[in-house]
């Protein structure tokens, strides 16, 4: 930590510390205006969250109750607790469930000066084995680029045990920033109205996304288990800096504190002490591990600048393959031995959920003869790695390769690996192999929930380019580009199962659901292609 920064920080402690706490409730009139929401589920505990809307800055108690019937007919388990403006008046309770109600359904809701929230609805992870269990997972909802159409679908698909959000939950851009397009025809500009910076601006971005009805309703109906990635911070972040942060914008670390606290906050997340080591593990009977991991903001080295490797327009592949090749960190020492650690050979599935793609992944060739126009200008560069069996997107695995190969080192004494990414706003499927040849295990990246995709940039072009993407990248098994949407991952002893359910539009609350092939997994195996 720099020596400014520090201070700023220390200050910022004391301030708080030294906040004047008043526990009389005094009638304030309250409302809970950013719903409820639940996450972490454990074997034995479950966080539950709310908000409280007040217009005063006097700390307040709130009494929370859990119950096995919607109607709180019989309360298993209750408290009180205490929230202030240091925290933003978030509520969040780690609840201990008794055991007697693992793996079921339990309600829970909140109560402040007489007014009760809305009632959520979550689990704990079974101790047992289920016959099957059902995980969604998604990333890349953008406020101002439409409806969280995909939301409510999950919120409403009774199968669905767990929700995952792979980061990108929301976007620190200004209102006219990165696909904003249509959002004042939506009713969905961005407030504040300019590029997060401060913790006050982190918290109205929250808390905009948090009045979002679709995204309300699913916290309401499932727990979530979620990861930052950049754009929680703010775009390409890495350990110190980041693509969108320039040096007129503040002292960076600075504004990571600021992010993650709010970050905090808003989401229905276990805090530990350290509050960067956001990695976690989760378990259900011996059927699944499920490792989060963060590749984004503890140890990530800076990642390759592709401009730098043009003189006078040229290319030079030689040198960009050589920088590409060197080490560089994208897990660290401390998360690679946690995997280590943490990984068992009893589970039947070892799941990763993370922010990015880890196949490689090569530009078809058939783009070097797409019409220059119809791309952005920032992509024009990208166009020279077509059809060169290069990677192009040095912010994913792919800028990390001898950090990936460590890790495939690892997971090769797990069973049966799935790892789960978003980031990319499109849909992939691959299998994974290292270096030499030997299977890993398989890829599922999770379309956007509304973030813009292949058939934005180049409508219905985008078709034929996942077909080139098909052709040229010999393990990838299905991706689409033209929906948004999740992914659906049903586990059970034997096999698993994975289905892609899209929106047909996120620029309407009318559409039509749209689902993808189906693709069954087997242990230890990779998917045929044109299975
Ligand atoms: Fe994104």
Redo the contacts with the bound molecule.
């Keep these: 930590m720099q020596r400014r920064s520090f201070l700023k920080f220390f200050t910022f402690l004391l301030t708080s510390l030294s906040f004047k706490v008043s526990s009389n409730n005094n009638n304030e009139k309250i409302s809970f205006n950013h719903g409820v929401a639940s996450g972490d589920p454990t074997n034995t505990n479950v966080i539950i969250w709310t908000r409280v809307t007040k217009v005063s800055n006097k700390s307040i108690n709130v009494n929370w109750e859990i119950s096995d019937d919607i109607n709180f007919l019989k309360i298993i388990h209750s408290g009180t607790t205490k929230t202030s403006a240091h925290k933003d008046f978030t509520v969040k309770v780690d609840a201990k469930i008794p055991k007697k109600y693992n793996g079921t359904q339990i309600f829970y809701r909140f109560i402040c000066n007489n007014n009760f929230s809305p009632v959520g609805s979550t689990i704990t992870l079974p101790i047992y084995n289920p016959h099957l269990f059902n995980i969604a997972f998604c ?2 909802s ?1 406020y101002p680029a439409g409806f969280f159409n995909a939301y409510k679908e999950m919120a409403k698909n009774k199968e669905i045990d767990l929700v995952l959000h792979l ?2 939950y929301l ?1 620190e851009y200004e209102k006219n920033g990165y696909a904003s397009e249509n959002s004042n025809e939506l009713n969905r500009v961005s407030i504040p109205s300019n590029e997060l910076i401060s913790l006050k601006d982190y918290r109205l971005r929250h808390a905009q996304y948090k009045t979002d009805q679709d995204l309300q309703l699913l916290h309401k109906n499932k727990p979530m288990i979620v990861v930052w ?3 929680e911070f703010t775009n390409n972040t890495w350990k110190s800096g980041a693509e969108n942060h320039s040096i007129n914008e503040g002292n960076f670390l600075s504004r990571k504190i600021n992010a993650l606290k709010a970050y905090y906050e808003w989401m229905p997340i276990r805090e530990s002490n350290n509050k960067t080591n956001i990695w976690r593990s989760f378990e259900v009977g011996n059927l699944f591990q499920l490792l989060m991991l963060d590749t984004r903001l503890i140890s990530r080295d800076k990642q390759l600048d592709i401009n730098d490797f043009f003189a006078d327009g040229v290319f030079d592949y030689e040198s960009y393959e050589k920088d590409l090749n060197k080490p560089r960190k994208l897990l660290g020492n401390k998360q690679f031995s946690w995997v280590k650690n943490t990984l068992d050979k009893k589970y039947k599935w070892s799941i990763f959920g993370q922010q990015i793609l880890i196949g490689p992944q090569y530009l078809p060739d058939a783009l070097k003869k797409i019409d220059k126009s119809s791309v952005p200008e920032y992509m024009h560069i990208y166009l020279q790695l077509a059809g060169k069996k290069l990677p192009w997107n040095t912010d994913q695995w792919d800028g990390y390769p001898k950090e990936r190969e460590k890790f495939y080192k690892i997971i090769q004494n797990s069973q049966s690996n799935i790892i789960l990414a ?4 499109s849909s992939w499927l691959s299998n994974l192999y290292d270096v030499k040849e030997n299977f890993i295990g398989i890829e599922i990246g999770a379309p ?1 929930i509304s ?1 813009p995709n292949g058939v934005d940039l180049f409508g219905d072009y985008a078709n034929q380019i996942d077909n080139q993407y098909l052709d040229e990248n010999d393990n990838l098994i299905y991706t689409n580009s033209s929906f948004k949407g999740y992914a659906l991952l049903s586990l059970n002893k034997e096999s698993a199962r994975v289905v892609y359910k899209y929106v047909s539009t996120v620029k309407s609350t009318d559409y039509k659901n749209i689902e993808s092939p189906t693709f069954d997994i087997k242990h230890n195996q990779p998917i045929k292609i044109g299975a």
């Design positions: 990333s890349c953008n980061g990108d976007y990635d950049d754009h978003g980031d990319t706003h956007s973030s």
